[in-house]
């Protein structure tokens, strides 16, 4: 059984589009995270969720949107897409906020064209 | 959080220890350190974390100096699967939130 899984795995869209990666995890967690990977590998954290309230929100622009529906999926829906989005988006969790393992997603490479 | 310097790239014969070493000399007192790793094209993989002491699972070592200025996290047998971006990172426990990645360290295990 996967921990956390992410899908879809790829995704290749043109500008201006919507759309929307989907994350799950069966571990019984309470926090879940969204991290974009860019093109130099540099790993940073987006959001950032505990028991299905957002707790952290780092400079990301509007155009994202996590949403939370039960705290074992935190799916992330994206507006208006733009070619700097091209990234490798991957989900996480961890047993709370103070926990400090976390477990990731094989992640989602985007690839806005 | 304090930064972390780590050499670009290390090789390692299969079965032998690597060891793979981290600088983070303006670590505070309340910051731990953080080992991970990425193989290719997967998620990153929690392997290990410490404070001040020395800690050890079921993957690997990690040894932390006296001073905390420095660490080094040891594999002790190599296995090919083991050839992916390791990565240092110190911060505080709580703030797992904030976990950055920078370049890492690029392990390469040869038969």
């Known amino acids: 059984d996967t921990a956390v899984s992410q899908t879809p795995k790829y995704l290749v869209t043109q500008m201006g589009n919507d759309k929307s990666i989907k994350c799950e995890q069966n571990?019984?967690?309470?926090?879940m995270y969204w991290y974009k990977q860019d093109s130099k590998k540099f790993l940073k954290i987006m959001f950032s969720?505990?028991?299905?309230?957002?707790?952290i929100n780092e400079t990301v622009p509007n155009r994202f949107s996590p949403k939370s529906p039960d705290k074992a999926h935190l799916n992330l829906h994206i507006n208006s897409l733009e070619l700097g989005d091209s990234a490798v988006y991957f989900c996480a969790s961890s047993q709370d906020q103070e926990n400090t393992e976390a477990f990731f997603g094989q992640g989602t490479r985007l690839t806005v064209v | 959080d304090a930064k972390t310097t780590q050499p670009t790239s290390m090789d390692c014969a299969e079965g032998r220890a690597a060891n793979l070493p981290c600088n983070h000399s303006t670590i505070s007192g309340n910051e731990y350190v953080y080992w991970y790793r990425q193989i290719h094209s997967q998620g990153p993989q929690y392997i290990i974390h410490?404070?001040?002491n020395n800690e050890t699972n079921e993957m690997a070592s990690l040894i932390i100096t006296e001073d905390r200025k420095s660490s080094t996290l040891i594999l002790p047998h190599a296995t090919l699967r083991d050839t992916a971006v390791y990565y240092c990172?110190?911060?505080?426990?709580?703030?797992?939130?904030?976990?950055?990645f920078g370049r890492g360290t690029q392990l390469t295990v040869w038969p």
């Open positions: 410490g404070l001040k």
């Open positions: 969720y505990n028991n299905k309230e957002l707790i």
């Open positions: 571990l019984g967690h309470d926090t």
């Open positions: 990172i110190s911060l505080r426990g709580s703030t797992l939130g904030r976990l950055y």
